[in-house]
């Protein structure tokens, strides 16, 4: 009786030391899950953290309370090139262009949701192709215009930024902030079908 006894008191002992093993193999397994977590939410966060502190700052945009409507008529806008404001019925497709625009079509592009970035007639050829490189498929403008207050203005409905030239970097961030951005009166409207400059295009806002 006193070995079955001594027996069945080894056997639970060597259960006990069994379970504690495996409670000691789980706590350093979830310690180790814990800590690769933590590894994983500190990169990430760091990460995100530099992205944002990367990213190059748009303080300097300038924010103006533009009139809507359409008209047929020459309008005086309150910066040149405007930031909005009232225009003509038809829209500027958009697209570059290595002559002046008319601000009037100009304008209306970006009551769909254009970005209009415009540049010095004598920039250097080579800043010229970066721009135009730098460019959206859709939904963007880009023109000369004589006499710019700066080498490079980027222009949405109600916001402008002028920039240092072609290599600015707060030029694509303009672009990803604004082009449709939420001040855009009209966004998804037409860019295509209006005018070139040249051709009448159609006096309506219609589908794309």
Known sequence: MANKKAARQRVEELRKQQKQQERRRTAVIWGSVVAALLVIAGVVTFS????????????????????????????KYEVAPPAGGEH??????????????????????????????????????????????????????????KDLKAPVVASAWGKQLQLTGAADPRLDAFIKEYRQGPGTPEPGAACTGGTDGTTAGTPMDAPQ
């Not at 250097?124 to 000369?144: I, Q």
Request: proline share 8%; glycine share 6%; hydrophobic share 35%.
């Open 88 to 145: 003509d019925p038809v829209w500027l497709n958009c697209g570059t262009y290595t002559e002046p625009v008319r601000n009037e079509n100009a304008v209306h592009s970006m009551e769909h949701g254009a970005v209009w970035v415009t540049y010095r007639s004598d920039l250097p050829k080579g800043d010229v192709d970066k721009l135009t490189a730098a460019m959206p498929d859709t939904y963007a403008v880009l023109s000369p215009v």
């Open 48 to 75: 995100i953290v530099r992205d944002v502190q990367g990213r190059p700052k748009l303080d300097a945009v300038k924010s103006y309370k533009v009139s809507q409507g359409h008209v047929t008529t020459p309008v």
